[in-house]
């Protein structure tokens, strides 16, 4: 058995602060926080760094200059989360916007070979669509979004048994309340997303095993005063999570504030990136589905100026989240690792840095820059 031992930092478990301690890494998992470094194992100096839980992304179009709709493959996938590891994910759900029907399938095989492979950071996949609603399209193409059918639902279900984790948003104007309530049971989570739904009907979806919503805020009905829509039932629930993009275009400032502030518990608001393939590139944009991305100024746009996909990563949505909105900086961290971790029902291994989980964590510097990586107990090269 392989051990580490990681000595001379602050240890944030996800939780609580531990100083004088040691984390302790066998294999890949987290042994200990222990008192002492146990005889024979690798001593890492962290030389004051916070060691905190990697983050956790689950919306991640592309990185590294691949996008996960024009290389639906293993290598693909392990592209994207290698250029996302630098920022401090360590787990991250690829995420194919609406496509045709032969990528889509694609993407689920590129899943199953990633999991087989055991690629380093993938978590699962995450098919945002075909089923949506066309008036809340967003970037998404229009001549791709359709009703969900038998073979579709079928073929997120069977996925889930052979090839395991499975995210997939869908709009109630394309998907039954039945065909949520079997995706559901068979284990696939389901947002809701890119919807014009009321409230009511939200609500109802959320009672049938829809777990979160996708972006809160971005391409959902709005709150309003006689109708609350997506983003109303959402913060009113206390069973449905939500991400959000933390780059201060999605969603203003203040509005995220008041999200934050209002959001039912026990489901919680988490970070997601909705990056694309510019993250840790300097390309200057991107095409999707035939259609110029345009990046300017830490935006994505088509030509229109429709915000498609976002140019941030993790550890800048977690430091937006920490100095813009002022959130204290372990909240902002589990915004990152836990939450979604809970959203995803795999908060009993992954998310924090307790015996058992997963060894995926950050060294932070005191400046809060990275200064190393670990995913499954491996330092990121």
């Not at 609500?203 to 959902?220: C, K």
């Not at 959001?263 to 110029?292: C, E, H, W, Y």
């Not at 959130?327 to 902002?332: D, G, I, K, V």
């Amino acid at each position: 058995m392989t051990s580490a031992a990681i000595s001379g930092g602050r240890i944030f478990d996800g939780m609580d602060w531990h100083d004088g301690k040691v984390l302790v890494v066998e294999d890949s998992r987290i042994a200990a926080i222990a008192d002492a470094t146990p005889a024979g194992a690798r001593r890492i100096d962290a030389e004051g760094a916070m060691i905190v839980p990697g983050f956790i992304d689950l919306q991640v179009n592309g990185g590294g200059g691949v996008m996960f709709n024009s290389e639906p493959t293993p290598e693909g996938i392990a592209t994207i989360a290698r250029a996302h590891a630098r920022f401090g994910t360590t787990k991250l759900l690829p995420t194919l916007i609406t496509d045709n029907r032969e990528i889509t399938a694609e993407a689920r095989k590129a899943g199953r070979a990633a999991r087989a492979k055991n690629v380093p950071g993938f978590l699962g996949i995450h098919l945002e669509g075909p089923h949506l609603s066309v008036s809340r399209k967003g970037a998404h193409d229009p001549n791709l979004i359709r009703p969900m059918e038998a073979a579709d639902l079928e073929a997120l279900i069977q996925y889930r048994a052979e090839a395991g984790l499975m995210l997939t948003t869908l709009a109630p104007e394309s998907v039954s309340i039945d065909q949520v309530r079997a995706l559901s049971q068979a284990g696939v989570t389901v947002s809701l997303g890119h919807t014009d739904t009321t409230a009511s009907n939200a609500l109802a979806y959320f009672a049938a095993g829809a777990r979160m919503s996708t972006h809160l805020f971005n391409a959902m009905s709005p709150l309003g005063h006689r109708e609350p829509g997506l983003v109303g039932a959402t913060l009113h629930s206390d069973t449905a999570f939500a991400g959000i993009i933390a780059d201060g275009f999605h969603v203003d400032p203040v509005a995220m504030g008041v999200a934050l502030r209002a959001k039912r518990a026990p489901g919680k608001i988490f970070i997601v990136t909705d990056a694309m393939s510019t993250i840790g590139t300097d390309d200057i944009g991107l095409t999707l589905n035939g259609r110029q991305i345009f990046r300017e100024g830490g935006r994505l746009t088509l030509a229109d100026g429709t915000l498609a996909g976002a140019d941030i990563d993790m550890l800048s949505s977690v430091l937006f989240a920490h100095r813009t909105l002022g959130l204290p900086l372990e909240e902002a961290i589990r915004m990152a690792s836990l939450y979604p971790a809970e959203a995803m029902g795999v908060s009993d291994r992954h998310g924090r840095l307790m015996p058992g989980h997963a060894a995926d964590f950050v060294l932070l510097e005191p400046s809060l820059a990275i200064r190393s990586v670990f995913i499954d107990g491996i330092e990121v090269e």
